[in-house]
């Protein structure tokens, strides 16, 4: 079956535009992740949902960073006013049921790069 | 902030030889859990061991814990030149944070045939 996809792949924007990152998961699983990866900072946790709620919200960095998720399915995170230390590779994962002993499936990620 | 962190860095190895990487973490644990990272995308999980087992196998892959120093191992037998990845640790958030894995700084692991 599909896996977790992204779009888009790449996305180059310039400093103070607001961006929406798209995550399509596993049909079915009910807990969606998002992540960052950047140099500097390593691969960090952003949000999980579990259907369309986030019970941890906790990594957002700013309330630059909001993230939603409607019919239980598709997940957009939108960055506004970006800034170049928001330049990172977005990830996002899904699992079935968000119980801690499943396996997250990762996308291949957004690369976000901010002029 | 990353809980983890992995020794070595950087690990670099001829085909067909053994290599082990190390993760220190600083909660207790619900479980731990490694992944593979190519070219800096996707994160496919290898495999994952819970704080009441000591060690578990998957195929050329061979990971330990050891719950009382905080600390796992991945051994991965016989390496192949496609075993080249960052990889990396991620130990399972508890509480609130039960939804997030928190990764470890990861080692990049070269293979030369």
């Known amino acids: 079956g599909a896996g977790v996809s992204q779009s888009p792949s790449n996305k180059v924007t310039e400093k103070g535009k607001d961006v929406e990152l798209r995550c399509d998961p596993i049909s079915g699983h009910t807990a969606l992740y998002w992540y960052r990866q950047s140099l500097g900072q390593g691969l960090e946790f952003l949000i999980y949902?579990?259907?369309?709620?986030?019970?941890?919200k906790s990594g957002l960095p700013s309330d630059r960073f909001s993230a939603e998720r409607t019919g239980g399915s598709v997940s957009t995170l939108t960055i506004q006013r970006t800034q170049q230390e928001d330049s990172a590779v977005y990830l996002c994962?899904?699992?079935?049921?968000?119980?801690?002993?499943?396996?997250?499936?990762f996308g291949p990620g957004t690369r976000l790069t901010v002029l | 902030s990353q809980q983890g962190e992995e020794d070595p860095q950087a690990l670099s190895i001829q085909e067909g030889e053994n290599a082990t990487m190390n993760c220190s973490y600083k909660t207790s644990i619900n479980n731990l859990q490694w992944y593979r990272q190519n070219s800096g995308r996707g994160l496919v999980h290898l495999i994952l061991i819970r704080s009441n087992e000591r060690e578990k196998h998957s195929g050329r892959l061979r990971v330990t814990l050891d719950t009382s120093k905080k600390s796992s191992s991945l051994l991965i037998t016989a390496s192949r030149a496609a075993d080249t990845a960052s990889y990396f640790c991620a130990q399972r958030g508890g509480g609130t944070s039960y939804g997030k894995l928190t990764f470890g700084q990861g080692t990049i692991l070269t293979v030369h045939p």
């Open positions: 994962a899904s699992s079935v049921s968000g119980w801690s002993t499943d396996t997250q499936y």
């Open positions: 949902f579990q259907g369309n709620s986030a019970p941890d």
